[in-house]
Structure formats: structure tokens, C-alpha cells
């Protein structure tokens, strides 16, 4: 993947201290066009695509809002808390403005926690950016498949 | 050809220097709008060298407008009516409504100071101050709520009503590389001048949240500003409910204090909603202040209590228990603090329930 000089203004608003105080790039040196194009093949290689990792998000977000900002049972495998902090973030892709939500999954089989952003979910969705490797907010596409339990689609 | 390539070498070097030259130039002058005053409120001027946003300019001047975001333009809380000010910038616009965008508000983090402005705030904030504080206890109140006790250092004292909140200001450490602010309410009584305690709720990932979980140490002196916001009880004299989850605790609990050390006789119900018995906390508390006011009832629920719980309390979501227990609210007024989710959930049940939207207050954390 090439990249593009609105790349290079995309991945210069990921920067820290920019939107947020972390960035999105944690200490990734890659352009932005090879942080992409590795992410994208790695959900290719699990056999996924970054909506169906979003769909997934989205509807375990869904359903942790039934606890009412504690954490809620999500059969068979998952705990999930919403919690929400003051404010809204924008997109670095200057696509969108998010509240700043936070959902805090938990596998009960696995142990494993993740935690997504409505912002996150949005970038995988919108542009299959799962953010630069030591980002906080940074979930691995194989993370993200393996806790969420995220499947193929069937045939 | 080689004096021609000196004569390219030399030419080069030229065209750089006058480019520099320029540059510094354009920095010194276009650059560079002199000393301005900022008005504030009609009666108190500011004077500070232009160039920087509203925001920090005030800051250094000791006027603190709330601000969440460390001036990104992300958290849109610190909106000031600015005289004259121009038009809003499209970073501001998600913030504002078509009423404050025609009555002049602008977010001051968003407004570089270029020339003289006036400026109106609410007279409050003239009052909010930064503070040196030492941190004098951290106490576990549940698996992922700490009370932070924070002794005032310099200035020595604090006046806050019940309900306030203050900005705590994590330092640079391996999450961020400067100090941002984040607000949290305070829970202790307003009699306690000299310190102030926080609850605060481990969020994974969060700035603020990790270093106070993860890096605090009592003794350690950290900044905090204050104290903001109109969440606080009225002196209508009516029936209160109370309704809060987790960290929400906090401003409800100074309120608590208050009404208990001041002998109100109010009657109060105080629903508080958790997931399971290690969610709930400060329940002696809570009982002693009924012992206090009898015209108090601390009603707290589990929605999934555990099977080892030995719960005989409410159970089920504090909406539903809110539903089941709290009769007429008509003539009532209520005070909720807590997630989002709790507040709008909460805020919709008291509607239908037959309480009047105005008469019921809420601190959101968002």
C-alpha cells in the first residue's frame, strides 16, 4: 500500500499530544500505510474481515449496556462493562466525532480483558486500523479474534 | 566547470539564507501580537503576551476554566462567552449549540489570544484555585476502587459545597509524555477544609485511572485545581432520592455527610446500585448516617449477586429497585451520579414515574 500525502496527515493527527495525550501509534515507527497493510493481512490470514471483527465489537457493546455502567454476564463466555468518561474524541481520519466510551470485555474461559473504544471500533470498521503497535488503546486483530470470540463467516 | 559548480554552491547558499532570514523574520513580527489584555467579566483584566490559546493564558493568569482534554478541543467543557470573538472554529461545533454559537461561547482552548478580548465566565470559576496537595492515604474501597485522601498543601484550605468536583493533574510518566487533567467529584464532608478525599475507579488503559492505581504513593505531592460545578443539593426542603453506582458514591456521600453533621430532616432514600457484594462498599458508613438521620434509608442492590453473597438485600438493577420502592416521586427531587447508561435509564424511569424533568439533577461522567 502506497503512502499518500493524506496519509502522511492522517498519521501526523495520531502523533501524541494531538488528539489525545497517548496518540495512537504507541512507540510503532511504520508508516501508516504498512501498519495498515500488515493489520489487513493478518485479519485476512485469520480468515476475517474487519467488519466482522467490528460487528462483533459492536454487538458485545450492545449488550453490556444492559448492566448500566457495571458488569454484565454475556453467555456463554463474556463480562462486559460500559463505563464512559467525559468527553467525545474525533476520528484522526476526520470522519466522525465519538463519545469517549469505553467497553471492558472479559473471556471467562480464557482470563483474558480487552478494552475497546467506540473510537476503535469505528477506525477497524471504517479503515482497518487497529492502531500502532504500544498504543494503549492498541487491540491485535488476533487478540481481538481470540477474546471476542469473533468466527468466520460461513460459507 | 568547477567555478560553476562554486557559483551553484555559493547561489544556494544564499537563496537558504534569505529563506532563514525571512522565517525569522515572519516568526518576530507576523507571529508576534505584543502584550494583550483579556477582560474578564467586565471588571478584571488580564495582561499576558499574545500567541497563546484563551485557555492557558488564563491558567497562567490563576483563572481555571474546567477542562478535560488538556486543551484538544476533545472534552468541550471549557466554553466561555467571548465578546466579539469571531466565529467558532469546526473542531468547536460538536460542542455548541446553535444558541451559544449566536451568544458568542467559544471554547477557550480553541481561541488563540491575537488582540484585547473580553471574556465572560461564570462567576464561580473566579473563585477556583490550583493547589499543592500531598497524598495522605489510598484505601481499597472495592477490587477497583481506591479513596484517595489528599492533605492541602499550599493553599492550606478549601471551600467547597457538597456536590463540587476538582481536576487532578497526572504528571508526565510512561503513559503520557505532559500532565493532563481529569475531573473527579469530591466525597468528603465541606466541614474538612483541609483535605479532600476522591473515588476514583480503576478504567484499564486510562490515563489518570492507572496512576492513581498503579503509581500513587501517599506522601507524594501532586496538583489538583477547583472546585467546579453546580451539582448540589437544593434547599427546596423536599423529599430526596439519591441514586448512584460505583464511583458515583463519591459526591453523594459529602452531600451525606453534610446533611447528617448539619441534623437535616429531610426524608432521604439513597438507592445504590452493584453487581455483587465485592462491588458494594462503604455500607458501615451508610448505616451510621442512618443512626444519625433517621429520616435517612440506605437501600443498596446487587444485580447478579454471588452464590457465596449471603445477600438479603434488594437484588436486580437499581432501576428495577427504584421502580419497586420509590412510590410517588411527584413531589420529590432526586440526585443521581454514575455511569451514562445509569443516569439516562434512571432519568427516563423518574419521568414515568411522574417526576417533574427540572427536579431532577445528575453529574454524568461524560
Not at chain 2, 22 to 39: H, K, M, N, P, S
Not at chain 2, 268 to 289: H, K, P, T, V
Amino acid at each position: 500500500m502506497k503512502q499518500t500525502p493524506e496519509m502522511d496527515s492522517v498519521q501526523a493527527e495520531m502523533a501524541p499530544g494531538r488528539i489525545s495525550a497517548a496518540g495512537f501509534l504507541g512507540a510503532d515507527q511504520r508508516r501508516l500505510a504498512d501498519i495498515l497493510s500488515d493489520d489487513d493481512a493478518a485479519v485476512r490470514r485469520l480468515g476475517l474481515t474487519h467488519q466482522g471483527i467490528a460487528d462483533r465489537m459492536r454487538e458485545l457493546r450492545e449488550a453490556g449496556k444492559s448492566g448500566l455502567g457495571e458488569e454484565v454476564d454475556v453467555p456463554p463466555d463474556h463480562v462486559v462493562r460500559i463505563a464512559g468518561v467525559r468527553g467525545k474524541i474525533p476520528c484522526p481520519f476526520h470522519d466522525g466525532v465519538f463519545e469517549k466510551v469505553n467497553t471492558i470485555v472479559r473471556n471467562v474461559k480464557s482470563g483474558r480483558e480487552i478494552v475497546f473504544t467506540d473510537l476503535s471500533v469505528h477506525m477497524i470498521e471504517a479503515h482497518g486500523f487497529y492502531e500502532g503497535r504500544g498504543s494503549p488503546f492498541r487491540n491485535d486483530p488476533a487478540v481481538l479474534a481470540e477474546v471476542l470470540g469473533v468466527r468466520p463467516a460461513g460459507p | 566547470m568547477l567555478g560553476a559548480f562554486l557559483l551553484a554552491v555559493g547561489v544556494a547558499v544564499a537563496i537558504n539564507l534569505v529563506l532563514t532570514g525571512l522565517i525569522l523574520f515572519a516568526g518576530a513580527t507576523v507571529g508576534d501580537y505584543g502584550e494583550c489584555t483579556v477582560r474578564v467579566n467586565g471588571d478584571r483584566e488580564v495582561k499576558a503576551a499574545g500567541g497563546r490559546s484563551l485557555l492557558s493564558t488564563l491558567k497562567d493568569s490563576g483563572i481555571f476554566i474546567p477542562s478535560a482534554c488538556g486543551g484538544r478541543g476533545s472534552c468541550g467543557l471549557c466554553k466561555v462567552r467571548v465578546e466579539g470573538g469571531g466565529e467558532p472554529l469546526a473542531t468547536e461545533l460538536p460542542w455548541l449549540s446553535k444558541d451559544e454559537v449566536k451568544g458568542g461561547v467559544r471554547l477557550a482552548c480553541q481561541v488563540k489570544v491575537k488582540g484585547d478580548l473580553a471574556i465572560r465566565i461564570p462567576e464561580e470559576l473566579l473563585s477556583v484555585a490550583q493547589y499543592e496537595v500531598e497524598v495522605a492515604s489510598i484505601a481499597d474501597l472495592t477490587h477497583d476502587i481506591k479513596e484517595v485522601r489528599l492533605k492541602l498543601i499550599e493553599p492550606g484550605a478549601m471551600t467547597f459545597k457538597a456536590g463540587q468536583y476538582v481536576q487532578f493533574e497526572v504528571p508526565a510518566y510512561k503513559l503520557t509524555d505532559e500532565p493532563v487533567y481529569r475531573a473527579y467529584s469530591i466525597s468528603s464532608d465541606p466541614v474538612d477544609r483541609g483535605a479532600i478525599e476522591l473515588e476514583i475507579r480503576y478504567v484499564p488503559n486510562g490515563i489518570c485511572t492507572t496512576y492513581v492505581h498503579r503509581h500513587l504513593k501517599v506522601g507524594e505531592r501532586v496538583n489538583i485545581n477547583g472546585p467546579y460545578g453546580d451539582f448540589r443539593l437544593s434547599d427546596t426542603g423536599r423529599d430526596v432520592i439519591f441514586i448512584a453506582g460505583g464511583s458515583g458514591m463519591a459526591p453523594i456521600k459529602s452531600m451525606l455527610l453534610e446533611m447528617a453533621r448539619t441534623g437535616c430532616r429531610r426524608n432521604a432514600e439513597y438507592y445504590f446500585g452493584a453487581r455483587s457484594r465485592e462491588d458494594l462498599f462503604l455500607e458501615d458508613l451508610m448505616q451510621r448516617i442512618e443512626r444519625e438521620m433517621p429520616s435517612f434509608r440506605f437501600i443498596p442492590s446487587l444485580a447478579a449477586p454471588e452464590g457465596g453473597d449471603e445477600w438479603s438485600g434488594e437484588t436486580g438493577l437499581v432501576t428495577d429497585v427504584v421502580g419497586r420502592r420509590a412510590g410517588d416521586v411527584s413531589e420529590k427531587e432526586a440526585y443521581l451520579c454514575g455511569s451514562p447508561l445509569m443516569i439516562d435509564a434512571c432519568v427516563e424511569l423518574l419521568k414515568k414515574k411522574g417526576m417533574p424533568e427540572d427536579r431532577i439533577f445528575y453529574d454524568k461522567f461524560s
